[in-house]
């Protein structure tokens, strides 16, 4: 009786994409930290709208690239974490689950959540990158500031942190020689080398192991969701038979207290 249409869903995806023989690489992280745009950087010729509103991607979206070692890669991008109602927030964490890699995407150090959605991640074994967003804003001395801080988090398998820049615009205010200030807005140079070249780095050391953690992945996301279907249904049992426990009570209450065509 347990409704098993979810769970077959999930195994099905994956053997779908098991024979499509493609690393799927899923950027996931906070609402407006630079995934689609940082794809936009590494794939130019992709259909990738950028929208300036927190929370533009409400969906999954996906890209095939090859990489330049003739890799078959499919990038996707996830809906941002932490919105104001959080309703994506479980379907962006499994699909990141069901990747073979990870690219998280922050334009800071790490906040308490940022850190606990990686921390789930890592004890899935999974491949991730943290790509530190913006990184103009950052000198080196800082941004090797923030790489060992967040690499203190970790043991020694942690996560690798890459700083890469996703372009768009950025405001800059000029001062003239005569003391006149003018604000005008640039484009920002984009600056995502580190990332591809991580990832390649990734795909050649672990390649013959990145499907096997995918899949062992997977079946724990299966495990799980499993579990609460059954407790679900469990719980809906239970009620039931209170229901119809309380109900037959009630009925030989009165039928004991009442003749039997009264209660009839």
């Known amino acids: 009786g347990i409704d098993m249409s979810a769970i077959r869903a999930e195994l099905a995806k994956l053997q779908e994409r098991k024979a499509a023989g493609q690393i799927h690489i899923a950027f996931f992280g906070d609402v407006s930290t630079g995934k689609s745009s940082i794809i936009k950087a590494l794939l130019p010729e992709a259909d990738v709208e950028i929208n300036l509103r927190g929370g533009s991607t409400r969906e999954v979206h996906e890209y095939r690239w090859k990489s330049s070692a ?26 990141a689950v069901r990747a073979q890699i990870v690219v998280y995407v922050t334009d800071s150090d790490l906040s308490r959540t940022q850190f606990n959605d990686i921390k789930t991640l890592y004890n899935f074994n999974k491949p ?110 239970g009620k039931k ?17 009442a003749p039997g065509t009264d209660i009839i």
Do not use: C, W
């Open 70 to 95: 003739g890799d078959q890669l499919l990038l996707t991008d996830l809906p941002g974490r932490n919105e104001a109602d959080g309703e994506l927030d479980e379907m962006a964490l499994d699909e």
């Open 128 to 237: 991730t990158l943290i790509a530190v967003n913006k990184s103009d804003l950052y000198t080196p001395e800082e941004q090797e500031q923030i790489r060992v801080q967040i690499g203190s988090r970790f043991d020694d398998k942690g996560p690798k942190v890459v700083f890469v820049q996703s372009g768009g615009q950025e405001e800059v205010v000029r001062i003239n020689p005569d003391g006149h200030e003018e604000t005008f807005t640039r484009p920002r140079k984009v600056k995502v080398e580190p990332l591809a070249k991580a990832l390649q780095t990734i795909i050649d050391d672990r390649e013959e192991l990145l499907g096997e953690l995918r899949d062992a992945s997977v079946f724990t996301l299966v495990k799980h969701k499993l579990d609460q279907t059954k407790r679900a249904h469990r719980h809906d049992q």
């Open 241 to 257: 038979i209170v229901n119809n426990s309380t109900r037959n009570a009630v009925i030989g209450a009165m039928a004991a207290m």
